[in-house]
């Protein structure tokens, strides 16, 4: 199955059973009339939008390249994660607005096993559905799919702690503990909004994933050849699963433009080969004469000025300087 149709696939299971799961929500919540228990239910309609937006932008970001995206359209699962966050935090807006006026009213909770019996199994289904979607995002690379993964996981968080809640009311009969745990809950939900807008926002500006400069950083060393004296002036732009990648590489001074055409898409070919990404490289070439001789394993060579001494171990932190690496 392409990786696009898995993803659509597991995307629209999480749809029909984020219906199914917010009508029991609801249900529970018209048997035990809490705050808290209404929170979580509409928590579960912000799941809904959520999925349904992920799906779109899945569908969406998988477009071929045209003319008025030349990078692809990959980067709306950024506007989407950003969507989410942004949908997350209001509703924890919302969620402490009521659990104000629950502490301030005392609500007496009705039929509590009910309750805690519908939050149970709605709770196991959304940890099951979360924990597949965030699974099926790594192996996809698809930001929007673990956005919605972790934002059912609090859900996960915040159902659990209504489960507590319910059994420490009925334990007590303590009127406080529905506002109490509605309160604390709104927080936890909050701060989750608040993060999947600050990620959303960075890959946007295409701030620096300094963690996949690094992997990068590794699969290049590994396929690392003789003639690829130099790799530097490196920056990275993520769109979905594609990565978009300019450098500047040291090539030896002498080599035809055939031959530094090879050596280029023989880079580009290893670098996908190695890399669980889709990799677009846009490389500026260097000759070699002004790299000191003894970082050069290249052998024989004729124009040698100094012996060779050792490679410059390539990383994250000398990759993204704009200045060819020396050895002192």
């Known amino acids: 199955m392409s990786s696009l149709k898995s ?3 597991s995307l629209r299971a999480v749809l029909v ?3 199914a799961i917010t009508l029991v929500k609801f249900y529970s919540y018209y048997l035990t009339r809490s705050y808290a228990v209404l929170s979580d239910a509409f928590e579960s309609i912000i799941n809904i939008a959520a999925t ?3 799906l779109y932008s899945v569908t969406y970001s998988a477009k071929l390249k045209d003319a008025d995206h030349p990078y692809g359209h990959g980067k709306i699962e950024y506007i989407a994660a950003g969507f989410e966050g942004a949908l997350i935090f209001f509703t924890g807006v919302y969620i402490f607005i009521n659990a104000i006026f629950s502490l301030i009213s ?3 909770i009705n039929h509590v096993e009910e309750g805690i019996l519908l939050t149970t199994i709605t709770t196991v289904v959304l940890m099951v559905m979360g924990l597949h979607l965030v699974k099926k995002g790594k ?3 698809s930001v ?3 956005a919605d993964g972790k934002h059912i996981l609090t859900d996960v968080a915040t159902s659990a702690s209504l489960i507590f809640a319910l059994l420490l009311y009925k334990l007590t009969l303590f009127t406080w503990i529905d506002g109490a745990l509605a309160l604390m809950l ?4 909050l701060f989750n909004g608040y993060k999947l807008v600050r990620d959303s926002l960075n ?12 992997e990068i950083a590794v699969s290049l060393q590994k396929i690392r050849q003789d003639k690829w004296i130099d790799i530097h002036n490196l920056r990275m732009q993520k769109f979905g699963h594609y990565v978009h990648i300019d450098c500047h590489m040291t090539l030896p001074f002498y080599e035809s433009l055939e031959s530094v055409h090879n050596e280029v898409k023989t880079l580009e070919k290893e670098i996908n080969r190695s890399t669980k990404f889709t990799v677009e490289l846009f490389i500026h070439t260097d000759p070699c004469e002004q790299i000191p001789c003894n970082i050069c394993a290249v052998s024989n060579c004729s124009f040698r000025k100094k012996e060779f001494v050792a490679q410059v171990e390539w990383s994250s932190e000398n990759m993204i300087q704009n200045k060819r690496h020396t050895l002192y």
């Open 7 to 9: 993803k659509v696939k």
């Open 186 to 189: 709104s927080f936890h939900i």
């Open 203 to 214: 890959n946007l500006m295409d701030k620096a994933d300094t963690a996949l400069i690094d």
């Open 144 to 146: 929007v799919m673990m």
């Open 52 to 54: 349904g937006f992920a």
């Open 139 to 141: 192996q996809t690379n």
């Open 17 to 19: 059973v984020s219906i």
């Open 106 to 108: 005392g609500k007496v």
